[in-house]
C-alpha cells in the first residue's frame, strides 16, 4: 500500500448500531468504528428511536473509525448505507427534530392501515408505490407526526418543517438542500416506483404536503459535503448513498443477472434486480435498488423479525443471542416460534398475526425453543424465496450477509430448509461495504469492471437433507403460522 493510496468512508447507520468503515482501493476494510443506538418502546406495538442520537452515533463511529491521521488524510469520498423507513419530522430552520422518530418496526399505525384497506385504498398504493399497504413502510408515519405537529398542515405547507428518512435526516445534518436518495425515498410508499418522483395521489391520500418532503436525488447525488465529522476533512464529497438493503445488493455485484440475496440482521431483506413479468405481486415490494445513472428496479421481501427474535428470547431468557444459539438443540422437537411481534412481513403481510410458541410438552426445555427460534429465520426466508421462485423465476443459489450468518448452524440450516445452495458472504459489513463501492465508483477509484473484480470471498453450504424430512417440517410450519395468524 503506497502512502497515496486513496481510502473511502463509509457509514452504515442501523438499527441497532451505527457503523464506520475506512475501505482502500483494493476493496479490503482496513479501519472500523462504531457505536450503540437504542430503541425505546413507549407502548406496545411503539419502537422509537432518538434522531439526534443517531447524528451523534455518527460523529462516534466515524471518529473511532478514523483515529489514524494518515488514514484520516486520504478519504476521498464518503457514503452512506442506512436503515430505510424510519422517519423523523424537524424544524427546517435550526434543524431540531419535532417528537421521536418512528422506527420501522413501529405497528402504532395498524388501525389506520385497515381503515385504509377498509376504504378500497390498498390497490392503488400498490399500483404506484410497489408497496402493500403496511404499517412498515414510512407514510402513515408521516400522516401520524403530522396529525401531531402540525394537524392543519400549515407550516408544512410554508416549508417551515422537513419530513425525512434517516438518510434525509443525516444529509441535513451535513447541510444543503432537504434531499432524499431515490431507493430510500421508494420505501416511503409516496413514491411513483416507475417515475421515481412523488406522487400526487399518495401525498393527498396520506395527507402530506408535497413542501415537507425532500428532493428525490439519484443514489450517487448531488448530497451536501461532508462536515462535523472529525477527523474527516470537511468538504469530502459524499459521491453515495443507499438503503442498508440496497448496499448489501451493491456489494455482491447485484447488477449481475441472477443474483439474489439474503441480509441477516435485526429484520431480514430478500432482494434482487427485476420483478415480476406484470410489475405486480401480492407477496413481494417493487422498489427502487439503485440509481447509478440508471434506476434499477428490484423486487424485495421483507421479514420483519429475524435476529430481533434471538435478541427477544435470549433477554427473556436472561442470556445473550451467541449463547442461546449456541445452545440449540439438534431438533426443535416440534416447537415453533412465530415471531409475529409486530405481525409478519413478506411474503403474508399480515398486521394481525400474534407472536406464538406452538408445540410445547413437559419434554420441552430451553435447547428446544432456541432451535425454533433459529428455524423461524430460516423457515421466513424460504417462504420469500419460494415466492421469488414463482413470480420472478427460479433461484438456485442464496447469497447470505449480515450478523447472523456468522452462525454456520443457521447456515445449514437455511440450506436444508430451502433444499438450495447457501453461499455466505465471509466479508463483514457488507452494507457498508455497498456504500464503499458506490462511493468510489462515483469518486473514480473503481471502475463498473473494476468492481465486478473484487475478490468475494464465500462458504458455501449444500442442502444435506432429504426433500421428504424438509417438506415435512415446513409444512408443520405453516401449521403454525396459521395458527398464529388466526
Known amino acids: 500500500m503506497t502512502a497515496a493510496e486513496p481510502l473511502l468512508l463509509a457509514i452504515d447507520q442501523g438499527t441497532s448500531a451505527t457503523k464506520a468503515v475506512l475501505v482502500d482501493s483494493g476493496g479490503a476494510i482496513v479501519a472500523r468504528g462504531s457505536a450503540p443506538v437504542g430503541l425505546a418502546h413507549p407502548e406496545p406495538g411503539w419502537v422509537e428511536q432518538s434522531a439526534e442520537e443517531i447524528w451523534e452515533s455518527v460523529r462516534t463511529a466515524v471518529a473511532a473509525c478514523a483515529a489514524d491521521p494518515a488514514q484520516a488524510a486520504r478519504v476521498v469520498a464518503a457514503g452512506f448505507s442506512t436503515q430505510r423507513e424510519s422517519l423523523v419530522l424537524w424544524e427546517r430552520a435550526g434543524g431540531a427534530p419535532l417528537g421521536p422518530l418512528l422506527s420501522w418496526q413501529d405497528q402504532r399505525t395498524v388501525e389506520d392501515c385497515a381503515r385504509l384497506r377498509a376504504a378500497g385504498a390498498a390497490d392503488t398504493v400498490r399500483r404506484l408505490s410497489g408497496l402493500p399497504l403496511d404499517p412498515m413502510f414510512s407514510a402513515l408515519k408521516a400522516s401520524w407526526l403530522l396529525d401531531r405537529h402540525d394537524p392543519g398542515r400549515e407550516r408544512s405547507r410554508r416549508g417551515e418543517l422537513c419530513l425525512g428518512t434517516i438518510d434525509s435526516w443525516l444529509l441535513s445534518r451535513l447541510g444543503g438542500d432537504h434531499v432524499i436518495e431515490v431507493g430510500n425515498a421508494a420505501r416511503t410508499q409516496l413514491l411513483d416506483v416507475r417515475r421515481q418522483d412523488w406522487a400526487p395521489e399518495l401525498l393527498d391520500l396520506f395527507g402530506v404536503p408535497a413542501a415537507v418532503l425532500p428532493r428525490v436525488v439519484a443514489s450517487g447525488g448531488p448530497f451536501p459535503s461532508i462536515r462535523g465529522l472529525a477527523p474527516i476533512r470537511d468538504g469530502t464529497p459524499v459521491t453515495a448513498v443507499l438503503g442498508d438493503s440496497h448496499a448489501a445488493l451493491y456489494a455482491h455485484a447485484g447488477w449481475l443477472p441472477g443474483r439474489v440475496k439474503a441480509t441477516y440482521g435485526t429484520g431480514s431483506s430478500i432482494m434482487g434486480l427485476g420483478h415480476p413479468p406484470d410489475g405486480t405481486s401480492a407477496a413481494l415490494c417493487l422498489t427502487v435498488a439503485w440509481d447509478d445513472g440508471t434506476p434499477a428496479l428490484a423486487f424485495e421481501g421483507n421479514i420483519r423479525a429475524t435476529g430481533a427474535t434471538l435478541a427477544w428470547l435470549a433477554e427473556f431468557l436472561g442470556t445473550t443471542p451467541s449463547a442461546l444459539a449456541g445452545a440449540a438443540a439438534e431438533s426443535s422437537d416440534g416447537v415453533h416460534l412465530v415471531p409475529g411481534f409486530g405481525g409478519l412481513g413478506a411474503p403474508w403481510w399480515d398486521d394481525g398475526a400474534v407472536g406464538m410458541v406452538s408445540g410445547l410438552t413437559f419434554g420441552t426445555r430451553v435447547p428446544q425453543v432456541a432451535r425454533a427460534a433459529l428455524e423461524s429465520i ?100 405453516h401449521a403454525a403460522l396459521d395458527r398464529a395468524r388466526t
Not at 389 to 418: C, F, I, K, Y
Not at 423 to 452: C, K, Q
Request: proline share 3%; aromatic share 4%; charged share 30%.
Open 378 to 477: 430460516a423457515f421466513q426466508v424460504e417462504d420469500v424465496v419460494a415466492a421469488v421462485d414463482r413470480e420472478v423465476g427460479p433461484v438456485e443459489t442464496l447469497l447470505a450477509d449480515g450478523g447472523a450468518t456468522e452462525n454456520r448452524v443457521l447456515m445449514q440450516l437455511q440450506a436444508d430448509t430451502s433444499g438450495r445452495r447457501v453461499e455466505r458472504a465471509l466479508a463483514r459489513d457488507l452494507s457498508a461495504l455497498g456504500a464503499a463501492h458506490l462511493a468510489g465508483h462515483g469518486a473514480g477509484v473503481w471502475t463498473r469492471a473494476g468492481l465486478e473484480a473484487l475478490e468475494r470471498r464465500r462458504e458455501v453450504f449444500e442442502p444435506a437433507e432429504p426433500a421428504a424430512e424438509r417438506t415435512r417440517r415446513v409444512d408443520a410450519w
